[in-house]
Every structure is written in C-alpha cells, then in structure tokens.
C-alpha cells in the first residue's frame, strides 16, 4: 500500500513561512491534495491537484510537488493558521491515502 | 451553498450495526461521487469508503471490507453506511465528503460535520 510522511508538528512565527512536507514515493507523478482541520472542526481543503486552491483560500496558501515530496507552503503565518494539515493522494493500489497529518504552531 | 449532514451516530456495543446517514443539499448530488472518512479521537484522517455517482462503483478501506456498506439514494439526496459487526477500533468521527469533478477529481472539497460513532461494552 502507498505511504505519506508528513512530521508531525512545525512551528513558525506569526509573520514568517510555514512550510509542511508530504513524503511518498515517486509522489510527483500524482495530484496531490492538502486539508487543514481547526479542533473541532471538519476538515477544509486548502490546495488541490498540487497547486490550485479552491476559491475563498487566501494566495498565502500554496502547494508544490516533484520528486518524492510535496509541499504545502504558507506565507505570512497568522495566528487563524493554527491547525493540523493532511495531505492526500489517490493510488491505485490503495485508493484514497491520507498523510498522518501535521500540527501548525504559530509560536 | 454546498451541505453535508450527518446523522445517525451513538453508542454500540462490539458486534453491533448502525446505519450512518448524509444528507446533501446546495449541488446535483446525483453527478457526484461520495466518500465516507474517519477520525478516530485523537487521530488522522481514514479513508472509508467511495461510491461513484451512479452507484457502478464501489470501494473500501481493507480495515472494512466485508463489513461496512456504502450505498445512496439519488432520489434522496443521501449518501448512507451500513456498519456491521463493529469493533472498537471503528470509534470515530465519521465524516461525509464530496468528491470534487475538477481537474484530477480526487480531492475532497466538500465535508460534513461529521457523526460520533462510539463502540464500547
């Protein structure tokens, strides 16, 4: 079955770049999608098919991939920014995987 | 504006059934594909199940084959899981989500608030 890595926790300062890796292999040969969950919350999808957000994201949202990783960046952090991120993909072999998330701390 | 409701969530014992239920509302429901996604308290994100828009295809998670059934109802608008045999590691939040029909159509982009299935003696 397919796996993603992400670490679990980054921190970043208000102001500054958050950048949030998705691990896998040959992960840039598929459409990679990202989710931020607040607590509490259902998830919300920030970054689909590697780059493109869904309207009503802010452009401090943005993705990228080749290679064996993926990357959800986040310029000029804010304190609302505070979640978990999961990225995700679809395998053929395993359908829809999720990454086993990360933890955004804005210090 | 797209919503997801979910219901029919509670306390079960170990080897008990419930019957998850998602109402959608706000978009053609009958052209979409839908998916069921877990959460376990304290946990990621778990891929349960799919069904395409026409019922023709069906997937599942290996951890609930054979145990959990997806179907819909277009003439409904819903999206339902059949949940039997349950275990206590299916305690979860379960969450109805919308599979999205642009560019690579495996995303999620839309999701219910989830329901709270707990399986405990």
């Known amino acids: 079955s397919y796996v993603l890595t992400q670490p679990p926790s980054v921190s970043v300062a208000p102001g500054q770049t958050a950048r949030i890796t998705c691990g896998g292999n040959?992960?840039?040969?598929?459409?990679v999608h990202w989710y931020q969950q607040k607590p509490g919350q259902a998830p919300v999808l920030v970054v689909y098919?590697?780059?493109d957000r869904p309207s009503g994201i802010p452009e401090r949202f943005s993705g990228s991939n080749s290679g064996n990783t993926a990357t959800l960046t986040i310029s000029r952090v804010e304190a609302g920014d505070e979640a978990d991120y999961y990225c995700q993909v679809w395998d053929s072999s395993s359908e829809v995987v999720f990454g086993g998330g990360t933890k955004l701390t804005v210090l | 504006e797209v919503q997801l409701v979910e219901s029919g969530g509670g306390l079960v014992k170990p080897g008990g059934s419930l019957r998850l239920s998602c109402a959608a509302s706000g978009f053609t429901f009958s052209s979409y594909s839908m998916n069921w996604v877990r959460q376990a308290p304290g946990k990621g994100l778990e891929w349960v199940s799919s069904?395409?828009?026409?019922?023709?295809?069906?997937y599942y998670a290996d951890s609930v084959k054979g145990r959990f059934t997806i179907s819909r109802d277009n003439a409904k608008n819903s999206l339902y899981l059949q949940m039997n045999s349950l275990r206590a590691e299916d305690t979860a939040v379960y969450y109805c989500a919308r599979v999205g029909d642009y560019g690579s159509g495996s995303y999620r982009d839309y999701w219910g608030q989830g329901t709270l299935v707990t399986v405990s003696s």
């Open positions: 040959n992960i840039g040969s598929k459409s």
């Open positions: 069904i395409s828009s026409s019922s023709s295809y069906i």
């Open positions: 098919d590697d780059s």
